[in-house]
T-cell receptor, first 114, second 113 residues
């Protein structure tokens, strides 16, 4: 069964450093998403991406964040200058339909900022 | 942001019995609802969904009920199995708000053998 994959599974970085989290969505999906879950808190939407551009973003997704689909398979989340409060699980998701379609999640990348 | 709430942080049931997980929402623009199951150190796994034009959707042991007037949905698992032990999240989306899912805080289900 097709699945969303994410790398790395765990990333440790120092405050102020740039990180890139990588995702390979399910191949025939058209919509791509990033969510995060800070320990003990809810899963929160960050951004959605369709047709090579951002379609929605939350207020968490500020200028420090960017997304890219550099080729036909990868989808990346970049955090330009990490802060301690960026420590969280980051989940990539993909879906075939918008609005009323299911989103399928990857296993997550645990980001630890020290 | 409490648009989607799961008021029970945990639920314990005996194997073979019914598990009922509840979820309430406040945003009347939500028109699609989903349930996800999550094991530790894994991503949420899609279980079942329901559109606001329906009040029930069934898939094997899983049934989701939607009561729009009460802004309430529930997930029934019958019969419950030990492998069902996980955290269950409800999520909602609104057609006019793009594709973002708004999640509840989760309910930890423990199914005892």
């Amino acid at each position: 069964e097709p699945e969303v994959t994410q790398t790395p599974s765990h990333q440790v970085t120092q405050m102020g450093q740039e990180v890139i989290l990588r995702c390979v969505p399910i191949s025939n999906h058209l919509y791509f998403y990033w969510y995060r879950q800070i320990l003990g808190q809810k899963v929160e939407f960050l951004v959605s991406f369709y047709n090579n551009e951002i379609s929605e973003k939350s207020e968490i997704f500020d200028d420090q964040f960017s997304v890219e689909r550099p080729d036909g398979s990868n989808f990346t989340l970049k955090i330009r200058s990490t802060k301690l409060e960026d420590s969280a699980m980051y989940f990539c998701a993909s879906g075939f339909l918008a609005g009323v379609g299911e989103q399928y999640f990857g296993p997550g990348t645990r980001l630890t900022v020290t | 942001d409490q648009q989607v709430k799961q008021n029970s942080p945990s639920l314990s049931v005996q194997e073979g019995r019914i598990s009922i997980l509840n979820c309430d929402y406040t945003n009347s623009m939500f028109d699609y609802f989903l349930w996800y199951k999550k094991y530790p150190a894994e991503g949420p796994t899609f279980l079942i969904s329901i559109s606001s034009i329906k009040d029930k959707n069934e898939d094997g042991r899983f049934t989701v009920f939607l009561n729009k007037s009460a802004k309430h949905l529930s997930l029934h698992i019958v019969p419950s199995q030990p492998g069902d032990s996980a955290v269950y999240f409800c999520a909602a989306s609104a057609r006019n708000a793009g594709n973002m899912l708004t999640f509840g805080g989760g309910t930890r289900l423990m199914v005892k053998p």
